[in-house]
């Protein structure tokens, strides 16, 4: 019957058009994502931004994260899994983009355990144990300074150079620079001033050894 | 020259009431393909109070969709019955957002869970045409094409 050709033609249009729309704001994305960080390098990396792996490897991983941020907390091992796989050959380059609520304030944990030689511990002490300090999406700063211990820090020092302006300050530059960058979405990740457009393990893992074999 | 004893197919009633219930369906799916784009396309995501007009336009495509299909009763209008109340509804949503949108209505006094302000606008097409705006849009025509086609069945 001729209605029923006219409904399942327009359904199919929906469809179609629905899937043209999307592929064709996708690539405008995803190409105005690439000339920002391309054409906006200075804000990929700070003097400041915590640094893992040797530095003068040649291939360079930016991750943007929040430590509440289940994601980035699963991607944490396989990261350092790729730089053991290349070794001496790409190092890491932590920022913040602390989007869940009081995830800043454990971003001041983190910095204020550097000042103690801790960070990367601390960080992981986090991933481990974010279960006991997030609840509903929320960061609990209190329930992570119960899960510090055994790590050596100094916490009465800790707790005081948690409150510096400084690490506000990083914290707030960095927010900046992933607006910038257009990174919205942790972990948003970065190989030498390249973003990652398809997020996923083999992606990522495809980024970084194109960029080794291209710079080694 | 078309015979006057025939009329022309396309202007029996029962063709303008398809056509009718064909344009509400038209616009239910508009809504639903268009707010699918914003929320997974462009990651807009949707605050509660989209969410409720969501709740009350998706089901509209699928009972419009039905209402089309060929029935045994030609003189059937069901279709009003079980769309419009949903309509209705979903436009007082409608409204509703657009004025803590415009804000007509504090913010305190707005449903919205802390992270998500029904109140922030994240998209203006044209400059002016806000998400809350297409919503009322969509269902204040399908109400009006539903009560033309109501209007029509009883005459």
Known sequence: MKKNMIIVATAILFVVLFIVAASVYNKQKDKEQSSASLEKTEYLQRDYSPRMGPPDARVTIVEFFDPACGTCSAFYPFVKQLM?????????????????????????????????NRFWETLERAYQTREA????HVSRPEKFWQQLGGLGLDMQKLNEDMQSPEI????????????????SKTPGFFVNAKPLLQFGYQPLQQLVESEVAANY | MTDSTTPDKTNTPSQQGWLLIFSCWLIAMAALFGSLFFSEVMGLKPCVLCWWQRVFIYPLAVLFLVGMLPQKHKE??????????LAVIGLGFAVYHYLVYSGFIPESLQPCSEDLSCAEINLELMGFVTIPMLSIFAYSAIIVLLLIYRKRAHQ
């Open chain 1, 168 to 183: 506000a300050r990083r914290v707030r530059q960095d927010m900046q620079d992933a607006q910038q960058l257009k990174v």
């Open chain 2, 76 to 85: 059937h209008h069901s279709v009003v019955r079980y769309t419009l109340p």
């Open chain 1, 84 to 116: 053991n796989d290349n070794p001496a050959k790409v190092n890491l380059v932590l920022r913040y983009l602390p989007l869940h609520q009081n995830s800043d304030v454990i971003v001041s944990i983190f910095e204020a355990a550097r000042l103690q």
């Open chain 1, 133 to 136: 300090w997030i609840e509903h």
